[in-house]
């Protein structure tokens, strides 16, 4: 769950952006720290191939401010989608608060949508995580190609019961971004606030 | 429950700031960070005369991740844990040693600064600091009202829209 420093009064969450390779996970990233202001945000970090394929991670710190004392601070991940990459996408779910799935619109990714969601809850499951504790939003990427598949029949292979928040999103032009990080954020400090 | 909290109170939390202040007092070093396994940081000190720090939070994440990636290297080599990082360069030493299973304590410092003497200290710090933070097992964790949940969210709507 989130570290949270007493003395130094500080909250800190970790949410992770899920999904198979060229979704759009490093693309909301990027989205955020272009449209968040300078003084709320940190440095990103991104460990990328040189084609700008994420190696390790990408990591983004966003200031929400002081909550009854407390700095509250949420730091973004991505992992690498390629599927040969697994054991980093395991060591970044470490202490994983909340998790945006970034499925790809495009009929030829709907497997590897499938997949990388069944790569998640076998992930988690490794760190002793049932995926029904940790709050997941799903975002449908990609909206904008010709040929998109419908979200229904996107959530059919990801989430068969309907059980998660969907947001349609074109990350490279912004529209979503904020929408799905907003949600997710928001059921992790309502879990914050619920833990015993 | 995901994984277990790290929380830092008023008295430990002073003790490990005071740690690691005398181990930056005795050695030399520019800055030593207690870091949790998750990359966030827990206390943060650094020399009179240092310079303004890096971005932490960065190099708290890195140096995390670092240490996971060490891990599961020391797995696949049938070692339980490597339990130290050292990364030199021309003009200065990252230095990075487990504090138990919980946290990593990391000692950024210049070249003229010796790695041995700056190795022998901060194996007693190390020690101090676990003891410290077995204590705090125990402590009971403490709560967030729905308040908290409630005020976050409005400072969501401001930022987020």
């Known amino acids: 769950m989130s570290t949270i420093n007493f003395a130094a009064r500080e909250i800190n969450c970790k949410i992770v ?82 998790i945006v799935f970034v499925a790809d619109s495009a009929p030829n990714r709907l497997r590897a949508n499938a997949e990388s969601m069944r790569n998640l809850r076998e992930n988690l499951a490794e760190h002793g995580i049932n995926v029904r504790d940790v709050p997941i939003v799903l975002q449908v990427n990609k909206r904008d190609l010709p040929d998109a598949l419908p979200t229904s029949m996107i959530r059919a292979v990801i989430d068969p019961r309907g059980e998660l928040q969907l947001f349609e999103a074109m990350s490279d032009k912004g529209v979503g971004v904020f929408e799905t990080l907003k949600t997710v954020s928001r059921l992790v400090l309502e879990r914050l606030s619920q833990t015993k | 429950m995901i994984e277990p909290s790290l929380a830092l109170y008023g008295d430990a939390y002073a003790r490990v700031d005071a740690h690691i202040q005398d181990l930056l007092d005795v050695t030399g070093v520019r800055y030593g960070l207690l870091v949790d396994r998750k990359g966030f940081v827990l206390s943060h000190k650094e020399a009179l005369w240092a310079p303004r720090p890096p971005a932490l939070d960065s190099v708290a994440t890195l140096v995390a991740s670092n240490a996971a990636a060490t891990a599961a290297l020391a797995n696949m080599l049938g070692e339980r844990t490597f339990s130290e990082q050292i990364h030199q360069g021309e003009n200065g030493t990252l230095y990075v040693e487990s504090v138990g299973d919980q946290a990593l304590l990391t000692l950024i410092f210049d070249a003229s600064v010796p790695l041995g003497k700056v190795k022998v200290y901060a194996r007693k710090t190390v020690a101090q600091l676990a003891a410290i933070l077995e204590e705090l097992k125990d402590i009971p964790e403490m709560q967030l009202n729905g308040d908290f949940s409630a005020g976050a969210t409005a400072l969501l709507d401001d930022l987020l829209g």
């Open chain 1, 17 to 98: 952006y899920y999904g198979p390779g060229m979704s759009g996970k490093t693309t909301n990233l990027k989205q955020v720290f272009a449209r968040v202001p300078g003084h709320l945000r940190g440095e990103m970090v991104s460990l990328a191939t040189e084609d700008e394929r994420t190696l390790f991670f990408d990591f983004l710190p966003l200031d929400l401010g002081s909550v009854q004392g407390f700095k509250t601070r949420f730091h973004l991940y991505t992992v690498p989608g390629q599927v040969f990459y697994n054991a980093s996408r395991k060591l970044i779910l470490r202490g994983v608060d909340g």
